[in-house]
């Protein structure tokens, strides 16, 4: 598809002009209002800088968290005070939703330009303010999320944002599979919306992928939901070299194959589609020969502990318990093959082989796995890689070894020369706990969700409406 993006309306079109810009700063915040990872903020940083330059309004609009499903009453309270009934109610929502503390951590990083925050993102309030502004001035709207309208692409809510301004950008790929206001009803209504510059990137290494990857291909895939993935992998199955299979959905890849897997969940809706991919490419899928199992108490006991410690806001950096064997990204020989059952020195987790008995379930890949997928990797200089979702369960510390292992070795892979394409909710995260840069990765995509519709080839409004003309 061909897009319009920000130069093709030539530099004066922006000057004096007043410019809706959809952005996805739904970035964690923590309890003192701290950011936790800004790469989606700073990732919004060339567009901006594209059109304060050029000496349009910049007004940036995006949603933060989920207000209504966790607020369910304070919402319908936030709804009426959308309509000025303000008296007597708690806003706690409000404070927690804001996007107040992005604003602030967007004027640290682009100094040159006056940042402000309007606490609406429409009515009379919000265009009064718009009135103020100066060339090259940038104003962050509230929490879209905070009208219902947002959710439901609700006409008049639509129409309101898009009386904001003259032109409209989307820059906001991983919200694009959305049918919501700010992404589609909105953008419909103007003439002039084009593509920010981040949208333009994700858009070009992602259609790579999807329509003419570069080989050898080597998919990576992980996580728990293999509903998420089906499209995606249906897609690119007969395009991948080799599809490495890790994290939760490789018990069901395994259970189809007829290996035991004890007390790990299976996904029995996705079963049969499982079972035909494995016949249909048995020698493209590779699925973990070792796992690191414990027993569901113990995973339960741990989870809880991480939660509490992220409610106080000091994560547990407790490392696996089978760190102290030679890592394998550096020196694959010089592990020695685990045999069937190798105790940790925390005997509620161990390393297993093959089947895994009742009672226990799998809960990361094993030293083997992790040598083998890692070296596969990492030695595949001239192709492509693309990794989605974390290998186990890698908020823990105990069990995130494999994940932060693949995430080394898609450094290697792209210092080698590789392409490396990062994709899934929880990528940077686990880049981050690996210790990995997003610049020792050619590509980290925003999206999750987003980027598995877009590689299934599924419908994405938010980038087709800007080829519609109303
Ligand atoms: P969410 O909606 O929670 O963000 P997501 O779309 O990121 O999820 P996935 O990418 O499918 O979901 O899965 C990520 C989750 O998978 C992580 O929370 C991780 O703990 C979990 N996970 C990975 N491996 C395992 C495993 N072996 N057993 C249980 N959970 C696992």
């Given at each position: 598809?061909?897009?319009?993006?920000?130069?093709?309306?030539?530099?004066?079109?922006?000057?004096?002009?007043?410019?809706?810009?959809?952005?996805?700063?739904?970035v964690t915040i923590g309890k003192d209002n701290e950011i936790g990872e800004d790469?989606?903020?700073?990732?919004?940083?060339?567009?901006?800088?594209?059109?304060?330059?050029?000496?349009?309004?910049?007004?940036?609009?995006?949603?933060?968290g989920?207000?209504?499903?966790?607020?369910?009453?304070?919402?319908?309270?936030?709804?009426?005070?959308?309509?000025?009934?303000?008296?007597?109610?708690?806003?706690s929502?409000?404070k927690q939703f804001?996007?107040?503390p992005?604003?602030?951590r967007?004027?640290?990083?682009?100094?040159?330009?006056?940042?402000?925050?309007?606490?609406?993102?429409?009515?009379?309030?919000?265009?009064?303010?718009?009135?103020?502004?100066?060339?090259?001035?940038?104003?962050?709207?509230?929490?879209?999320?905070?009208?219902?309208?947002?959710?439901?692409?609700?006409?008049?809510?639509?129409?309101?944002?898009?009386?904001?301004?003259?032109?409209?950008?989307?820059?906001?790929?991983?919200?694009?599979?959305?049918?919501?206001?700010?992404?589609?009803?909105?953008?419909?209504?103007?003439?002039?919306?084009?593509?920010?510059?981040?949208?333009?990137?994700?858009?070009?290494?992602?259609?790579?992928?999807?329509?003419?990857?570069?080989?050898?291909?080597?998919?990576?895939?992980?996580?728990?939901?293999?509903?998420?993935?089906?499209?995606?992998?249906?897609?690119?199955?007969?395009?991948?070299?080799?599809?490495?299979?890790?994290?939760?959905?490789?018990?069901?890849?395994?259970?189809?194959?007829?290996?035991?897997?004890?007390?790990?969940?299976?996904?029995?809706?996705?079963?049969?589609?499982?079972?035909?991919?494995?016949?249909?490419?048995?020698?493209?899928?590779?699925?973990?020969?070792?796992?690191?199992?414990?027993?569901?108490?113990?995973?339960?006991?741990k989870q809880e502990e991480s939660n509490e410690k992220k409610e106080e806001g000091k994560e547990g950096n407790e490392?696996?318990?089978?760190?102290?064997?030679?890592?394998?990204?550096?020196?694959?020989?010089?592990?020695?093959?685990?045999?069937?059952?190798?105790?940790?020195?925390?005997?509620?987790?161990?390393?297993?082989?093959?089947?895994?008995?009742?009672?226990?379930?799998?809960?990361?890949?094993?030293?083997?796995?992790?040598?083998?997928?890692?070296?596969?990797?990492?030695?595949?200089?001239?192709?492509?890689?693309?990794?989605?979702?974390?290998?186990?369960?890698?908020e823990i510390g105990?069990?995130?070894?494999?994940?932060?292992?693949?995430?080394?070795?898609?450094?290697?892979?792209?210092?080698?020369?590789?392409?490396?394409?990062?994709?899934?909710?929880?990528?940077?995260d686990?880049?981050k706990k690996?210790?990995?840069?997003?610049?020792?990765?050619?590509?980290?995509?925003?999206?999750?969700?987003?980027?598995?519709?877009?590689?299934?080839?599924?419908?994405?409004?938010?980038?087709?409406?800007?080829?519609?003309?109303?």
């Open positions: 598809m061909l897009l319009r993006t920000l130069s093709n309306l030539d530099d004066l079109a922006y000057y004096g002009k007043t410019v809706l810009m959809r952005v996805d700063f739904n790469y989606r903020i700073r990732m919004t940083i060339p567009s901006i800088e594209y059109l304060t330059k050029r000496g349009a309004k910049l007004i940036l609009m995006s949603h933060l989920r207000p209504k499903k966790i607020a369910e009453m304070e919402y319908k309270q936030i709804d009426r005070i959308q309509q000025n009934t303000t008296s007597g109610l708690d806003t929502a409000i804001s996007l107040l992005v604003a602030k967007l004027s640290e990083l682009i100094q040159m330009y006056n940042v402000s925050f309007i606490d609406d993102c429409i009515g009379p309030k919000v265009q009064k303010e718009i009135d103020k502004m100066d060339r090259g001035d940038i104003l962050l709207l509230e929490n879209l999320r905070f009208h219902s309208g947002e959710e439901l692409n609700d006409y008049n809510f639509s129409k309101e944002l898009a009386s904001l301004a003259d032109i409209y950008v989307n820059d906001a790929f991983s919200v694009s599979h959305r049918k919501h206001a700010s992404i589609y009803g909105a953008a419909r209504l103007f003439d002039k919306k084009l593509a920010g510059l981040n949208l333009k990137k994700e858009l070009e290494y992602l259609s790579m992928v999807k329509d003419d990857p570069v080989k050898p291909f080597i998919l990576v895939v992980g996580g728990s939901k293999i509903k998420d993935k089906i499209g995606a992998l249906e897609n690119l199955l007969p395009k991948i070299d080799k599809l490495l299979v890790g994290g939760a959905m490789a018990y069901t890849f395994l259970n189809a194959n007829g290996v035991r897997t004890g007390d790990s969940p299976i996904d029995y809706d996705h079963f049969q589609w499982i079972k035909n991919a494995l016949s249909k490419y048995p020698d493209k899928i590779v699925l973990p020969i070792d796992h690191i199992v414990t027993s569901q108490s113990f995973l339960k006991l490392n696996s318990t089978f760190d102290s064997l030679p890592s394998p990204v550096s020196s694959p020989s010089s592990v020695s093959s685990p045999s069937s059952s190798v105790s940790s020195p925390s005997s509620s987790v161990s390393l297993k082989k093959g089947a895994i008995e009742d009672g226990l379930l799998g809960v990361d890949i094993g030293i083997e796995t992790v040598q083998q997928y890692s070296s596969m990797i990492s030695q595949n200089s001239n192709g492509l890689v693309v990794w989605i979702g974390p290998m186990g369960v890698f105990l069990f995130r070894n494999g994940t932060n292992n693949i995430a080394k070795s898609m450094a290697l892979a792209f210092w080698r020369g590789s392409k490396t394409i990062i994709g899934g909710g929880d990528t940077l686990a880049l690996a210790q990995v840069s997003e610049l020792e990765v050619t590509h980290v995509s925003t999206g999750g969700g987003a980027t598995l519709k877009f590689l299934a080839g599924d419908e994405m409004p938010g980038i087709e409406v800007l080829n519609k003309i109303h």
